[in-house]
């Protein structure tokens, strides 16, 4: 493998990205953390999905981590730029967890992976609490009003479109508005796997996960033999 620090081109900024390249990729995959967290947190999914065959293109949001912009309400370019870059190596998925699950399903990307994706709305006051005391600490600027007031902006997908190309993942111990919009979703026909003995905070370090990923992404782009 072969891992690379980037800077990759935005309007007038650049997305901060660590790229795993295996020796024959096959595609890409763009991989978003969510509120609160970083590129780094996603490395260990990066290593996987790279071990599968892609380009793993893990990146931190504005805002966040190396990112020299705050956060606003035009997030969702930076997974845009790094969507238009990682077109260099083939088709391209997008992988995010939480907020960035949420960010991946708008996202134009080919295939798209949601890891207990932010799609319901409003959030409880006991998960908007939790947040502000445990993740807005993270993030430039740190008020939780910020966020919140950008979640609720972001369009509601429409489970109806594009179902072959996707794959929605939660954990068994997740935050409940987030477990009951993926059972909605499931009952849309998007397909939805409850990841066993995880939690919101821990799911896309979990083995199940790693699993599911890789056997999704050889579905899509094939085993390479």
Known sequence: ??????????DGYKVPAILIQPADPR????????YGGNKEEQLGLGWRVAEAGLVACVIDLRGHGEHSL???GEV???????IRFCRLFGKVAAIGHSFGGHLALLSKADYRIAIS???????????QATLKTKRSYRVRPSEFAVVLAIHDKLPIWDPT???????ILFAEWDIPE???????LK????????????THSDIFLVEQTFADVRNQILKWYGNGE
């Not at 493998?1 to 935005?10: K, N, Y």
């Not at 969702?76 to 790094?82: K, R």
């Not at 994706?117 to 998960?127: M, Q, Y």
């Open 1 to 10: 493998m072969d891992i690379e620090h980037r800077f990759l081109p935005g």
């Open 27 to 34: 595609g890409a995959a763009v991989i978003v953390h969510g």
């Open 70 to 72: 705050p956060l606003d």
């Open 76 to 82: 969702g370019a930076d997974l845009d730029a790094a």
């Open 117 to 127: 994706p932010a799609v319901n709305r409003p959030l409880s006051e006991h998960t």
């Open 161 to 167: 479109q594009e179902i072959e190309n996707t794959l």
């Open 178 to 184: 987030i477990s009951s919009g993926c059972i909605t």
């Open 187 to 198: 009952n849309a026909g998007t397909r939805v796997v409850q990841i066993p003995k995880s």
